[in-house]
């Protein structure tokens, strides 16, 4: 990305210390950490250029100010002085406390940070400038050099409204250039106004680059960055880095953010989030970078949005500063205002990102970042609309992602735009029996909800019945005889729906077989006026009935007894039968057969007798010659069987009887 950018002049006084900074400008040398940055003169002249139609003083900001430092005589640092606008001399202590960086070894020194309002929000942007005041106080408004030999360290302290300086899209570095001469006496008590310089941005090579784009993406992180290595430039150089680094970022993120371009080895409980120093700190501290060196950031799952930032920056083009420039919307270095600045950035982002921005906003139930993610995918559809590749692209990754599954605790409505956006990029219109399956698969089941509403928009249409009935059928929300309604009304012949589903049958799920081949034959025997001689010219849908339900000749057999009960009215005679057979181009299947056989009506037959003749006793065997002797002797088993028999059932009797007529003498007795 760093080579597409055109090369831009930046102002520096000592000769480079390291390959990594660019050659520079034959313009004004800057200051370097040897001349101290000795403020003098007036305000500049030079100013911005105003926005057209805009006022001519357009280019002007307020600036409140502090100087912060001590009197020979009087110990301790204090706040000297300050304009008397909004901010107090108690606001500049807290800045100036908040942001301390500890001992600088070598002045000047800049640091930057924001001061809230009222309510936490960002409202000011501030630069405190860290120096040396001149050795002729006429030149430094009467400050004095030192006291009792020991030098004394001044900060003049800039703040600005973060709403003026993000109109212009000022830098920090505009900032400083603006008010570097400017002089803060012990009779100046107002406000300043101050025309912003109108400064080309740094030119930097390649490799300072690459490093300043890793810089930023860490920053998202929201963790510190420190660095370390940079002794050898000058403190102005460094800002100019720091302001670097932030113009890969959106704008709105200056609002809240805090830098310097020195913090001593030995400070505690720093609040900045970028600054350079000489020694490495705890880990808890930051992340610590050599300046110069390759970063390969170590990102996790939880830093989506940040790797999605990288993507962009990468695909962003020349035009990319220039936008984040515009993104002035405020924003804390958090993770959930880093999502939301993310999913806002302008261009064209790879299509990838945003439906992994979109599916992380989806599971965090973020609005903000899911509308924006919508946003983008509608236009890549209206302005690059995908081909059936590019669809198939989409699908996957929707797939991957679940993005049709159902998202409870988002509004409804902005689910259902996330819907409506990914059918359009992802299926075909109208959608077809096989885009019907893919979508299926998408959503984890049948379209159901939010989701099936958005595939009933007017404006997406079936291109067949299969998947026309298997979305209009769903949930049960309309009968089967509103649904063969609506298909007469618009105008769907009879035959037609079965004649789809005898062409695709092969091709059509195991699970949905059935019920577009039942709603089918059910639309023919309604919708078609001869119905029966149908079903005849067709065959009976044997083969239909085959294919629809293989190897189960149960369901088929089912079936078909339901196709002959109505084509017959019940059960079939045996001229029916015949008939059935003569049939030209019937295909008697077994299933078809064993229907048949189920519904034959047997010829009329001779009543049976309604019971059994009562059984008679065996007679007594009877001899006689022409009885066999195997016979005879059969014969005579059976009749002493019986009668043993009888005379069992005798005795038991009487053995019956012999006991009552105990119990009632004893009875009797007793009574």
């Known amino acids: 990305m760093a080579g597409q950018r055109p090369p831009l002049p930046i102002e520096r006084s000592a000769p480079p210390a390291s390959p990594y900074l660019s050659d520079l400008s034959d313009g004004p040398a800057g200051p370097t950490r040897d001349e101290r940055l000795i403020l003098t003169g007036p305000v500049p002249a030079g100013g911005r250029a105003a926005p057209a139609g805009a006022p001519a003083d357009a280019q002007l900001v307020p600036v409140e100010w502090a100087l912060w430092g001590k009197e020979p005589d009087v110990p301790g640092y204090r706040i000297m002085r300050c304009s008397s606008g909004g901010l107090g001399a108690a606001d500049f202590h807290r800045f100036i406390s908040r942001y301390a960086s500890g001992v600088k070894e070598t002045l000047p020194q800049y640091t930057v940070g924001w001061i809230p309002d009222g309510n936490g929000g ?36 800039f703040c600005v409204r973060y709403a003026d300086l993000a109109r212009h899209r000022a830098t ?11 002089q803060l006496p012990a009779q100046l008590a107002e406000p300043l106004q101050v025309g912003l310089p109108d400064l080309d941005p740094p030119h930097f090579t390649a490799a300072v680059c690459g490093f300043a784009e890793s810089v930023a993406a860490l920053l998202l992180t929201s963790r510190p960055v420190y660095i370390l290595g940079a002794e050898g430039f000058a403190a102005v150089d460094r800002l100019r880095f720091i302001d670097y680094v932030m113009s890969l970022l959106p704008y709105g993120l200056r609002s809240t953010f805090s830098a310097s371009t020195w913090a001593s080895a030995t400070a505690r409980d720093l609040k900045l989030r970028l600054f350079f120093t000489n020694a490495r700190r705890a880990t808890e501290d930051g992340t610590c970078l050599h300046w110069g060196q390759p970063v390969a950031p170590e990102l996790t799952a939880a830093d989506l949005p940040v790797r999605h930032y990288v993507s962009w920056l990468e695909h962003g083009g020349s035009n990319a500063l220039a936008e984040l420039a515009d993104q002035t919307k405020p924003f804390r270095f958090t993770a959930d205002d880093v999502r939301k600045a993310i999913a806002e950035l302008p261009h064209d982002r790879p299509v990838k990102d945003v439906l992994e921005g979109l599916a992380d906003g989806l599971r965090r139930r973020d609005q903000p970042v899911v509308a924006a993610a919508v946003k983008r995918l509608r236009n890549q559809w209206r302005n690059n609309p995908p081909d059936a590749a590019g669809r198939l692209g989409f699908r996957q990754q929707v797939d991957r992602l679940g993005l049709l599954r159902p998202h409870p605790g988002l509004n409804q409505r902005t689910v259902q735009s996330v819907y409506r956006v990914l059918l359009n990029l992802a299926f ?12 299926v698969d998408c959503a984890g089941g049948p379209p159901s909800g939010a989701l099936r509403q958005e595939v009933l928009d007017p404006d997406r249409k079936f291109a067949a019945y299969i998947p026309w009935l298997l979305v209009w059928s769903s949930e049960g929300e309309f009968s089967d005889q509103e649904l063969r309604d609506n298909l007469r009304e618009q105008g769907i012949a009879a035959t037609d729906p079965l004649r789809e589903v005898q062409r695709d049958i092969g091709r059509v799920r195991k699970e949905h077989r059935a019920p577009v081949y039942d709603f089918a034959v059910n639309y023919l025997r309604v919708a078609s006026p001869s119905p029966r001689a149908e079903l005849r010219r067709l065959g009976y ?6 294919a629809a339900f293989p190897g189960d000749l149960k369901t088929q057999r089912i079936r ?3 196709t002959l009960r109505f084509a017959y009215d019940g059960l079939l005679s045996d001229a029916q039968v015949r008939e059935i057979y003569a049939q030209p181009g019937l295909t008697a299947t077994p299933a078809f057969n064993a229907a048949v056989e189920r519904l034959h009506r047997p010829p009329e037959e001779a009543p049976k007798p309604s019971r059994r003749p009562k059984r008679r006793p065996p007679e007594p065997p009877e001899s006689g010659p022409e009885q066999s002797p195997r016979l005879r002797a059969r014969r005579d088993r059976e009749w002493v069987f019986t009668v043993r028999s009888g005379q069992v059932v005798v005795g038991l009797a009487g053995i019956i009887v012999l006991i009552a007529v105990v119990i009632v003498v004893l009875l009797l007795h007793l009574g």
């Open 541 to 546: 849908l044997t083969t239909t009935v085959d």
């Open 560 to 562: 078909l007894e339901d």
């Open 122 to 157: 960002p409202e000011y942007l501030a630069v405190a400038i860290h120096e040396l005041a001149d050795k002729d106080p006429a030149r430094s408004g009467g400050r004095v050099r030192a006291s009792r030999d020991r030098e004394i360290e001044y900060i003049r302290l």
């Open 428 to 439: 075909e219109n109208p959608m077809t029996y096989t885009g019907y399956c893919d979508l």
């Open 172 to 182: 920090y570095y505009d900032l400083v250039e603006a008010l570097r001469d400017t």
